[in-house]
């Protein structure tokens, strides 16, 4: 290291948890253990078909598969679309659809409004996977209810609401 940079004191243990106990880091721990829960209530669910369920069971679905249940609109959505709303890249979004197209979730169909484009589109099962995903959401959202009590949940969906709505700085 050339001398005229300065160097600062490593860290004690004691000034370096804030790393992992910062708001950031427990949202997200918060958000993986949400959603490993929704898909753990999804592969109970007997009203899932039983290959998706297996599916869930054996963690091939994670929670970015669960991107497409949460921004897929019910009248269907152009890749393009789909992947801005859930803040992937059209890459990465085709790719989970090409995954959510073979388990049988969605399908692509022609744009009606754009004979260029296609429209990813829930099918009969994918609306089943749909309601299935909302009862495992009411199911863990209970049970952080119940875990943290019902006025501190309160605050927290308050504050995430707020939060998330405000955009940066």
Partial sequence: MPDFLPTAPAPTPAEDGWRQTHLG???GHAMR???????????????VPLALSNLAARDQVS???????????LQGDRLTDLA????????AMATLVDQCEAWGLVTREAD??????????????????LQAFRDAVAQAEAEF????????????????????GGGPG
């Fill in 25 to 27: 880091r427990l949202l």
């Fill in 33 to 47: 253990r949400f959603d490993a829960r929704v898909l753990q209530l999804m592969a109970q669910n007997v009203e």
């Fill in 63 to 73: 929670a970015a598969h669960v991107h497409i249940t949460r921004h897929l609109a």
């Fill in 84 to 91: 801005q709303r859930a803040g992937m890249s059209k890459q």
């Fill in 112 to 129: 009606p409004l754009d004979a260029r484009a296609r429209r990813v589109c829930f099918t009969p099962t994918g609306l089943a996977w």
């Fill in 145 to 164: 209810r119940s875990e943290v009590g019902k006025d501190v949940a309160t605050v927290v969906a308050i504050g995430l609401e707020a939060y998330a």
